[in-house]
């Protein structure tokens, strides 16, 4: 199988690009646009070498089987908070309540995998009872925003026919809008109880948790007809490593350390529209 070596920055340097080329032993280099550079027939076994360069000089770098192309994968799975969408939505909610950095502080360990997801959920969840209903539609119109590229990837996935499923360990509030208003195929997250227009601080049902983002990328690959390879998943915390291990590419998105040594790219430099540029 060849390999090529993909290389993304906003800024790209030949000089630089002869440099991994080198160091990967390619065989040559192609340039389809200025912050893209594809390296042919590079060696795997360069990956540390490769990886502590593209950190010096601000590079994103993936080594992927040269006869990949998007139109080849069916389904795209991906996590929302700080994947999708540049915010930690609880986080902010508790900013509503005057408790973000006892929230985030929660929030941040979680993500790195050192607190057991669901537990530390509905501890945070239960700090935000009394919180008035009103406080998640001003998170939604007043502090999310998208992921720089996010609306690039989503028309790639729409122009080779690759749904795009959007699985969260956080609320159908936020997912159940971003489905409606980017026209995403299918959305799961975890839905807050509200009593009286006020959120009691608690979870109705079953937590989607690490295991759940699991099946749930099973269930719909397999309702899809879809082989392993077919599937590409992207998310940036402990949680997301399970989903991303059952994808055929997993992509660490401005990821948790834990996260990016595990998955098969990480991107840190470019935007999302960099997950569909991995793909000739």
Known sequence: MSITLVIQSPRLDSRELQELATLAGASSIQQPSPEVARLADADPASRDAISACCQTLGYDFA???SSLKLADFGLLVSDMDSTLITIECIDEIADMQGIKPQVAAITERSMRGELDFSASLRERVALLAGLSEGALEKVYQERLQLSPGAEKLLAHCKEHGIRFMLV??????FTERLKQQL???YAYANQLEVVDGKLTGRVVGDIVDAAAKQRLLIEKRSELGLRP???????????????LGEAGVGVAYRAKPVVQDKADVAINVVGLDG???LFA
């Not at 969260?168 to 509030?173: A, E, K, Q, V």
């Not at 390879?229 to 989903?243: F, K, T």
């Open 275 to 277: 997950v569909a540029k």
């Open 183 to 185: 026209g995403l195929d």
């Open 63 to 65: 080594f992927v089987d």
């Open 229 to 243: 390879e077919q599937v590409i998943a992207m998310g940036d915390g402990a949680n997301d490593l399970l989903m």
């Open 168 to 173: 969260s360990g956080g609320f159908t509030f």
